[in-house]
């Protein structure tokens, strides 16, 4: 049995067959109305497969760039949106955006059409690649994850699709950023599996030196089976389907933690 077919099996029906490209808009606690658009939209597809995604475990795992979503699909669904309830639109939805070969060719689109500023969330697996640098290029803000320190972290925490070290994930993000005239931010979950890293996360986020450094710690729930609406929330209510709640850090972890990186890069950090 496929992954789709497993999927509409759990679902009772095609979750696809008239679902839309675009979500939302949804609160966003760091940018107010965000409008969601999905680029891979069909089932979970990442080129990393977190232990907290919000989507659950990642159902294809893959470093594939492809069109996954025609650009024509995708303005077609923009054209029934309520702008005047739009804030900025966020490229991210159902797996890594970088992914999706036409990302750029979107991006332009919505600013040419919409006059909409853009954002991308992305897992900086990819920034190694010039043509994925020139699609991010045309976002007006970029954020890139940073979870760990260590190779080891990585692997446990945010399971790569492809081999790579946290230094050439770093070089990466510094390439990028070289060439890059819009806000560039990190975002940082923190848990138990690397809340030991926090003193070195921070170094490496002083090398880096964003514009907003973004310190979270999981509130949402983690499902156990793929649903597609899963994409665009943001609250912390659990579900009826099938789950696991994620063990998070203190509050008081979260201050010390904040504290540190703010003296250590010299960046005031924004917390959820």
């Known amino acids: 049995m496929s992954l789709l077919e497993r999927q509409k099996e759990l679902q009772g029906s095609d979750p696809t067959a008239s679902a839309s490209t675009i979500y939302g808009p949804v609160l966003s606690w760091r940018i107010g109305w965000s409008l969601g658009v999905d680029l891979i939209q069909e089932i979970s597809t990442c080129s990393f497969n977190c232990i907290y995604c919000q989507l659950g475990e990642i159902q294809v795992k893959t470093t594939e760039r492809k069109i996954y979503i025609p650009t024509e699909r995708v303005l077609n669904d923009l054209q029934g949106v309520d702008w005047s309830k739009v804030d900025i639109v966020t490229v991210s939805g159902s797996g890594e955006p970088t992914l999706a070969l036409n990302l750029g060719e979107v991006l332009r689109e919505i600013r040419r059409v919409y006059q909409k500023p853009t954002a991308v969330l992305t897992n900086a697996l990819h920034l190694d690649d010039p043509a994925v640098r020139a699609d991010l290029a045309e976002a007006d803000e970029v954020a890139v994850k940073l979870d760990a320190a260590t190779d080891d972290t990585l692997h446990k925490m945010n399971?790569?699709?492809?081999?790579?070290?946290?230094?050439?994930?770093?070089?990466?993000?510094?390439?990028?950023?070289?060439?890059?005239?819009?806000?560039?931010?990190?975002?940082?979950?923190?848990?138990?599996?690397?809340?030991?890293?926090?003193?070195?996360?921070?170094?490496?986020?002083?090398?880096?030196?964003?514009?907003?450094?973004?310190l979270n710690t999981p509130k949402r729930f983690y499902p156990l089976i793929w649903r597609q609406e899963n994409r665009g929330r943001h609250t912390g209510t659990p579900p009826e389907y099938p789950h696991r709640q994620l063990k998070t850090i203190t509050p008081e972890q979260m201050a010390e933690a904040k504290a540190m990186v703010e003296r250590i890069t010299g960046i005031k950090c924004i917390t959820a």
């Open 159 to 214: 399971r790569p699709a492809r081999e790579r070290t946290i230094r050439q994930i770093v070089d990466g993000i510094l390439q990028f950023k070289q060439m890059y005239a819009g806000k560039l931010s990190t975002q940082t979950m923190l848990m138990g599996a690397n809340y030991k890293e926090v003193e070195a996360i921070a170094h490496l986020l002083r090398e880096i030196q964003p514009q907003e450094i973004q």
